[in-house]
């Protein structure tokens, strides 16, 4: 494949925003029937961020896969509409930056456009350099951008209150869906701290399981039967119906997912 072919393209989901399309991957870097509504249900709203941003202080945030910038953006918005927002930190990591024109192109609904998202993560993207990068946004808001993968990413310097992980699916992106990555992850973790992942797949939840995480699952989003959240401590993952780790341990140790 020609590096122009490789370079991931602009794609239109049902709700009107665009999302990426990776020729690498083969694989949508959103949903198709709704980036925003999508990335608002499993980042935002069940793990109860959303809540989080208006009760607390101050929040620590890792996202796997910082991608289109959306999640980013969304925070963004949801901390600009607040009348004392939260001082934020989101500790983002990307391997394969996006192409800084490729970002004037988004398009994330008209709520989000009123930021003027595609300038700033034009902006973004250009300025980013391999290893970490850190952008003041606003007063409140602090972008850690780690530029590489993951496995050569530094600890981020204050613990995790929620995780995004977004990497593309185990299937395809399989290096992020280890037992490993897990573990550097819970080494983040404050103890309150949620996870949060689109995925509901058992290989995936096994590998959260072996690296000691404890587990629920939630409704999925638009359309999508299950999400799965995480924690170090099964007294935040209250109200959602739990995942028996063990027998997931079991199978994992089984070979079931080799
Ligand atoms: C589903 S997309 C993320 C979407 C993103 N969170 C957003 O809001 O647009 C997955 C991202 O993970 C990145 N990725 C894949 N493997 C990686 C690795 N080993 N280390 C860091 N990033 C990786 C991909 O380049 C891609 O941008």
Redesign the pocket.
């Known amino acids: 494949m020609s590096e122009e072919d490789q370079k991931?393209r602009i794609s239109e989901t049902k709700d009107g925003s665009t999302?990426?399309y990776?020729p690498v991957?083969d694989?949508?870097?959103?949903n198709p029937n709704g980036?925003v509504a999508e990335?608002k249900i499993v980042f935002f709203e069940t793990p109860g961020l959303l809540q989080a941003l208006q009760e607390q202080n101050h929040i620590a945030i890792f996202?796997?896969?910082?991608?289109?910038?959306?999640?980013?953006?969304?925070l963004k918005s949801y901390l600009d509409a607040l009348e004392n927002p939260p001082k934020v930190d989101l500790y983002?990591?990307?391997?394969?930056?996006?192409d800084p024109d490729t970002a004037t192109q988004f398009d994330f609904g008209e709520e989000l456009n009123q930021q003027h998202p595609a300038e700033l993560l034009h902006s973004i993207f250009s300025d980013a350099k391999p290893g970490t990068n850190s952008f003041q946004i606003t007063d409140y808001l602090t972008l850690n951008l780690f530029i590489?993968?993951?496995?050569d990413?530094p600890k981020p310097d204050q613990s995790i209150d929620y995780f995004?992980h977004?990497?593309?699916s185990p299937d395809v992106?399989a290096?992020?869906w280890k037992p490993d990555v897990f573990r550097k992850l819970k080494a983040y973790a404050d103890e309150s701290a949620v996870l949060a992942t689109y995925c509901a797949a058992s290989s995936a939840r096994a590998a959260m399981a072996v690296a000691g995480w404890k587990l629920s699952r939630a409704p999925g989003a638009l359309g999508k039967r299950e999400m799965t959240l995480a924690s170090l401590d099964e007294k935040n993952l209250v109200g959602f119906k739990r995942v028996n780790e063990l027998r997931l341990v079991e199978r994992y140790h089984q070979g079931d997912f080799d």
């Open positions: 991931p999302t990426l990776s991957f694989q949508h870097y959103h980036a990335s996202e796997m896969g910082f991608g289109t910038g959306l999640n980013f953006i969304l983002s990591v990307e391997a394969f930056p996006v590489g993968p993951f496995n990413s995004f977004d990497p593309f992106n290096e992020l």
